[in-house]
């Protein structure tokens, strides 16, 4: 990986696991259940990936500085907050971030590996979202992916945008940019406006 | 994988794929969790089983087709789903056509593996049910597994006399048709006329 | 692994199965969901484990015994809670033994495949508390690891240990004792005087 993809990676790491800090804060967890699910939240995604695609072992076990990483961001969270109130909404920027880093990072590795566009795309999504599905289905909550809000769509977008671009060969760093920014953009717009896709018209009284 | 076998698997990923899409609709989620929930419930189960036995990457990545169908299948049930109702008892009754498929599909790929029957029976019923339990929990709801039915126990049955008729040598044909009737008059008898197993007597006071 | 090892890693999975069974006993499952939730406890840890460190397949594929453990395990206790009330803090002090235990085991594999002590510890607490996360989730509670509840601590405290007696290159039969009676002293402390640790300060209102 280059300088730029490396920086995102770990910028998405921490990320992820502050978001899982905050998860495990709103559930009044202790210090350890904080860093276990901030941890399990920044690598929970690149974990699948990395077992589907057969790339074992995983990239944390290799490469110890993630679990590090995740670790003291989870921990600075749980310190910081006892200073500062933590909105929120925080967690949900926060979580867009790092949806938009993972899905590029999961895109490039399962394309480096299998070469094949759909299944980079598919991976890209898997990094993307898995580890906060994981968050939220050990914090109790319904995941942010299955709630009416454009989420995964967004990731799809940013996986789609690097497609095209990776396709035509354009620099790497112009590519990675434009699908973070993509990915951040359409989040942000559906945080902020509350914008949502056509739901499934089941009856209620079924 | 013979003609039958072939698109028994075909079939199994659309049916899988379809309750996955009606669990989503049940939770009102949108296209994208619908199209999400039914892949995750259409390859939950094989993903698993080609985890632990190690034959990797899994199966929907060297074979796209896969995913291309579970997509499919819940796009279209998103789709007709605006124009039709679907009876909730639908999801129960697709689901015990995949149940019964995917857990003979389990089976002849652990015992092509591991030459060994008790593996083969628990991955056939791992194929069964695990796609199940992960739309179940995703979607917050008790997995069917757990309920008070019939339910791994049919797969179970399937899986017995498969490895029957597979020791006496039988046609393929044969053997896969037989297996997948047992698991599906099985179900279908526990969901028509509500048989239940023994229950564990725990004493509600505790 | 040595005999005191092996003789360990069947209790541990037995003790695992029949936490199990009474996790799937309190919500009322049938025998089926009792035994099948007695396995995914006691064979969940290790099988990520494996996943995790690319050991495939899983341990229990290639060792059949375990599976046949957890089954028997979770079978009498079935058997047994028929003729005998069985307390339900008897769970929370069998999941205590099932921690210590598969702590060490897990500590010892990941030790023996990278040689790294920080991936040895992460792999002895995985081992230890992913099966009693699963059987929380998949019994619809909050993991017990995520309560506020000296737990995941219990477990570092005795990969800590063995960490430093495996250092030192003390008798295995002396620091594997140390490092599960370590575990299981802090974790019945725990139980016993409702130990906690800080919690995280977040707001009720935000």
């Known amino acids: 990986m280059d300088f730029l993809t490396n920086l995102l990676d770990l910028v998405g790491t921490a990320v ?29 995604g690149g974990t699948l990936r990395d077992l589907i695609l057969g790339d ?8 110890s500085h993630y679990l590090a990483i995740a670790a003291i961001a989870a921990l600075a969270t749980f310190v910081l907050a006892q200073r500062w109130r933590l909105p929120e ?3 949900m920027y926060a979580d867009a971030v790092g949806l938009a880093i993972f899905t590029v990072i999961g895109f490039q590795k399962g394309f480096y590996i299998t070469h094949d566009y759909s299944i980079a795309i598919v991976m890209g999504m ?9 968050r939220d289905v050990l ?3 319904i995941p942010l ?18 497609t095209l671009l990776v396709h035509f ?6 590519s990675v940019s434009a ?28």
């Open 126 to 134: 898997t990094t993307g979202v898995v580890g906060g599905i994981l």
């Open 89 to 91: 909404i925080a967690l």
């Open 16 to 44: 992820f696991a502050i978001t899982g800090a905050l998860a495990a804060g709103r559930k009044r967890m202790d210090i350890f259940g904080v860093v276990v699910l901030g941890c399990v939240t920044a690598l929970g």
């Open 169 to 174: 060969q354009l620099p790497n760093a112009f």
């Open 179 to 206: 699908a973070v920014l993509t990915t951040l953009a359409i989040r942000f717009a559906a945080l902020h406006w509350n914008l949502a896709l056509p739901q499934f018209p089941f009856d209620e009284d079924l």
């Open 56 to 63: 074992l072992p995983v990239f944390w076990i290799s490469s």
């Open 139 to 141: 914090s109790g909550e």
């Open 145 to 162: 992916i299955f709630r009416r809000e454009i989420y995964a769509s967004a990731s799809l977008c940013g996986a789609a945008v690097l």
